[in-house]
């Protein structure tokens, strides 16, 4: 029951109203009413959960070389590898995931708005991934004044591949390539051909970012970079097919069997994710379609006919 005080002001509970004074002021609220999810918005929540846990464990495997991004950056990459899974139409919710995503949607993807690489730096790195298992990246040249609002007597342009297994929820840092240009210098370009031994069955990610860096009086390296500037972009995303002995392995002994020293472990919730889709899925009724009700069937029987003529006069 809401209650009128000295002051004028109600307090207290009237119906789905709340009345409360605040600062001077008289504020009212409205109870929240209790919505009803239907299972496919609860499926979609879980696979944002999902989603969000797998883009949080690549922020963090590429936090190695992003110096700093804008607050927006987190709800961005979440919204891309949402849409890279859903993309997947051959699999449902719950049985999806960057595994069976189209990955295209990663690709160009920029850490930091504020300074895009394609700004940045006006030349375009090709990146191919080989069948013999390679990684090959076709550098055009520059010079260092071509580099844009870094500021720096030099740069470093950096190469980064990460592998990831999101079944096993580990990820694994591959070979760096670091190309080092003073502001005064050109770089020719080249071709680069990282022969690491990637995984199968993972998901290859490769960034390429851009530091700027000052030499102070004692001779020791500033870096420069900020959430202002700091350029880095996924310049490519592959799939690495599974063979037979991956299968094998996932099969026979589960996803954590895949896991080496050489990987880092990025748990993210995934089981619980997984179990709670099961879980959805296992009171979920199967929708079945009414029967049409037929009538019964009459059975015919011989009539006796009256013989002869029938007049259409009726007698009296």
């Not at 997947?88 to 930091?112: I, P, T, V, W």
Request: proline share 3%; charged share 30%; with cysteine.
């Amino acid at each position: 029951m809401a209650i009128l005080d000295k002051k004028g002001f109600f307090h207290g509970k009237m119906g789905n109203l709340n009345f409360r004074y605040y600062r001077g002021r008289q504020v009212v609220q409205t109870k929240s009413a209790k919505v009803k999810q239907t299972y496919a918005s609860k499926e979609s929540s879980l696979e944002f959960g999902l989603c969000s846990g797998s883009a949080k464990v690549i922020r963090n495997a590429f936090s190695a070389v992003i110096s700093g991004y804008e607050g927006g950056m987190v709800n961005r990459f979440n919204s891309v590898v949402r849409n890279s899974v859903s993309a997947c139409r051959h699999r449902e919710r719950g049985d999806r995931d960057l595994h069976d995503a189209d990955l295209s949607y990663l690709k160009g993807f920029q850490f930091n708005s504020h300074s895009p690489v394609d700004q940045v730096l006006k030349v375009r790195p090709k990146a191919e991934f080989l069948e013999e298992n390679k990684l090959k990246i076709s550098v055009p040249g520059f010079r260092g004044e071509d580099i844009r609002g870094g500021n720096g007597q030099y740069y470093i342009l950096r190469f980064l591949a990460v592998s990831f297994d999101f079944k096993a929820e580990c990820y694994r840092y591959h070979r760096i390539k670091d190309i080092r240009i003073s502001s005064l210098e050109r770089y020719e370009g080249e071709v680069i051909e990282l022969e690491a031994d990637f995984p199968k069955g993972r998901v290859l990610l490769l960034s390429m970012s851009i530091h700027a860096y000052n030499l102070t009086k004692l001779g020791e390296e500033m870096l420069l970079n900020s959430k202002e500037w700091s350029p880095a972009e996924l310049i490519g995303a592959w799939h690495i097919p599974a063979d037979e002995e991956i299968l094998r392995l996932r099969a026979e002994k589960g996803d954590d069997a895949l896991i080496t020293p050489k990987d880092y472990y990025c748990g993210f919730e995934r089981e619980g994710i997984l179990k709670r889709f099961r879980e959805l899925k296992e009171k979920r009724q199967p929708v079945t379609a009414k029967k049409k009700s037929r009538p019964e069937r009459l059975e015919v029987k011989d009539i006796a006919l009256p013989e002869g003529d029938i007049g259409f006069k009726s007698r009296k």
